[in-house]
């Protein structure tokens, strides 16, 4: 009895330093816990406590009647999406710019990471990234007006250019053929700096003590980059990937709507233009949030496949 009574007694103090250190681990994360918590709010506010809002993509939804008075339709507003006549000039325009801007644009930083990681000269390499990093900060309004100015066909200053040079104008905003690749390239030029910031982090946590080893064996600054640079990004460029694949549904609204005349309305017309016309003008909110949840699904299957994928092929997946 006394053994068992000395056994009971370690247990009890053994559980009860557990839980001071418990304790004190919280409390020293307690500053932690307060800079996470507005992130958590915007989260639950903004992005959680909406989703019960889903639920009117099955009803006929009134304003006045409310989410519950509203009448229940099922899955028509589901087979009036898929018998619209827009729909699949609808999905063909959305996969086909996503899937350019994902071919284009997810290289796009990563090169730029390893070419200032080669820069020689730290200034230089400074310059260069405050450079790229500033048209992140411009709204696509800004882009866009830009854009217009330089390139329009009456006003647009490489036009002028072209035509004291003997060259006739680019048609550049009103031929259709442009606007892929238009947009495309404005992404990039907006968006890769900023986009490069996390490959930069990647590259400084790469131990420079490899680097210094393939200097002594002879390896040349391309096999470094092969051997050594690639394979310490290849994480962090395969989950950024999976979390990009995700979006492949998703255009930038603002993007393609400042874009978007009457010449290019058959090619710029996507998903989410299309909502705006619908839901907001139209005022449509119950066949618009369909579209929203149609997007949403098939964004969430393209991770789900992509990362199983990396699983299997022995990668790092997002879970």
Not at 29 to 54: Q, T
Not at 149 to 174: D, H, R, Y
Not at 190 to 209: C, H, N, Q, R, Y
Request: some cysteine.
């Amino acid at each position: 009895m006394r053994v068992i009574s000395l056994k009971g007694k370690e247990e009890s103090v053994h559980v009860s330093t557990e839980s001071k250190r418990n304790i004190r681990a919280w409390k020293r994360g307690i500053p932690l816990y307060i800079m996470i918590f507005p992130g958590l709010l915007y989260f639950l506010i903004f992005k959680y406590i909406p989703m019960g809002g889903v639920i009117i993509a099955f009803q006929q939804f009134d304003p006045f009647d409310g989410f519950l008075k509203s009448d229940w339709v099922g899955l028509d507003n589901f087979r009036r999406l898929f018998g619209e006549q827009d729909f699949v000039r609808l999905l063909q325009n959305t996969l086909l710019l996503s899937c350019m801007n994902l071919i284009l644009f997810f290289p796009a930083p990563i090169v730029l990471a390893l070419l200032l990681n080669e820069a020689r000269h730290a200034w230089f390499r400074k310059f260069v990234q405050t450079v790229v990093y500033v048209p992140h900060f411009l709204s696509w309004v800004i882009v866009v007006s830009l854009t217009i100015l330089l390139f329009s066909m009456q006003e647009g200053g490489v036009n002028k250019l072209l035509v004291n040079w003997g060259f006739a104008p680019i048609e550049l905003l009103t031929d259709s053929d442009y606007f892929r690749f238009l947009y495309v390239s404005q992404s990039i030029w907006k968006e890769a700096g900023w986009s490069a910031v996390i490959f930069f982090a990647a590259l400084a946590s790469i131990d420079p003590t490899l680097y210094e080893a393939a200097v002594v064996d002879g390896a040349s600054r391309w096999r470094q980059i092969w051997h050594i640079t690639l394979p310490g990004l290849r994480t962090t460029i395969i989950i950024l990937f999976i979390l990009r694949v995700g979006y492949l549904m998703d255009t930038s609204f603002e993007h393609i709507l400042l874009m978007q005349n009457p010449t290019n309305l058959q090619l710029s017309d996507v998903f989410d233009t299309y909502v705006y016309r619908i839901g907001i003008l139209q005022g449509d909110f119950s066949y618009t949030t369909t579209v929203g949840l149609f997007k949403s699904l098939i964004g969430l299957s393209l991770i789900l496949i992509v990362n199983r994928v990396a699983k299997k092929i022995g990668e790092e997946g997002v879970y």
